[in-house]
């Protein structure tokens, strides 16, 4: 079946620097993926389309300048969280669909200290 | 009109009950409603899906049920067993494309009882 393999798993940085998450395809294809977000014991919550060669599209009261999203091929999409806070830490997932459905990575858990 | 809305929020049954997880929806255009199982610390993984056109949908010891004029599905686990602990959520999209937004419910979480 399709796999989509995210990377880090854990990440901890420190208050003030960047984050960069990826997010590949393995063995498909795919010109759209989607990054969650996900609070403990709460559901996904959508933060953004990811579309290749083009500019990702954000759900209301997502900060696009804090969440840069490149689609740079259709295979790889990378979320990189800038000047990172703690209210920034959470569970960050995404996800990209193929003929038979939505597949979702591991899961990245971003610490802010 | 984007909403999911599941229940229970928890749930707890002993080995080789049968739990039921319920889902309703108001978007008449979403046709395509999945079920996920996570894991603590781990992605979502599909367990089954299921579209409009049918009425349940059966795969191993999980089945859909699926209402389409009260918008409303559930999940069915028979014969549950303690790995089948984990948080369940409901989603639907809509349209065929790849681009379709998949929205969640808010999850069950459930506790099998050895």
């Known amino acids: 079946g399709a796999v989509v393999s995210q990377h880090p798993s854990r990440v901890i940085c420190k208050s003030g620097t960047s984050v960069k998450i990826e997010c590949r395809s393995l063995?498909?294809?795919?010109?759209?993926m989607f990054w969650y977000r996900q609070f403990p014991k709460k559901s996904l919550m959508l933060m953004a389309t990811?579309?290749?060669?083009?500019?990702?599209?954000?759900e209301q009261g997502v900060e696009k300048d804090k969440f840069l999203i490149n689609h740079a091929s259709l295979t790889l999409s990378t979320l990189t969280v800038t000047s990172a806070h703690p209210e920034d830490s959470s569970f960050y997932i995404c996800?990209?669909?193929?003929?038979?459905?939505?597949?979702f990575g591991s899961g990245t858990r971003l610490t802010v200290v | 009109q984007q909403q999911v809305k599941q229940s229970p929020q928890s749930l707890i049954v002993q080995k080789g009950g049968i739990p039921i997880i319920n889902c309703a929806y108001e978007?008449?255009?979403?046709?395509?409603f999945p079920w996920y199982q996570q894991f603590p610390g781990k992605g979502p993984a599909l367990l089954i899906a299921?579209?409009?056109?049918?009425s349940e949908k059966k795969e191993g010891r999980f089945t859909i049920s699926f209402n389409k004029s009260a918008k409303q599905f559930s999940l069915h686990i028979m014969d549950s067993q303690p790995g089948d602990s984990a948080t369940y959520f409901c989603?639907?999209?809509?349209?065929?494309?790849?681009?379709?937004?998949?929205?969640f419910g808010q999850g069950t979480t459930l506790q099998v009882k050895p």
């Open positions: 996800s990209a669909r193929d003929q038979n459905g939505y597949t």
């Open positions: 978007n008449t255009a979403f046709d395509y």
């Open positions: 990811s579309n290749e060669g083009s500019k990702a599209t954000y």
């Open positions: 299921i579209r409009p056109d049918v």
């Open positions: 063995d498909f294809q795919a010109t759209t």
């Open positions: 989603a639907a999209s809509k349209g065929s494309s790849n681009t379709g937004k998949l929205i």
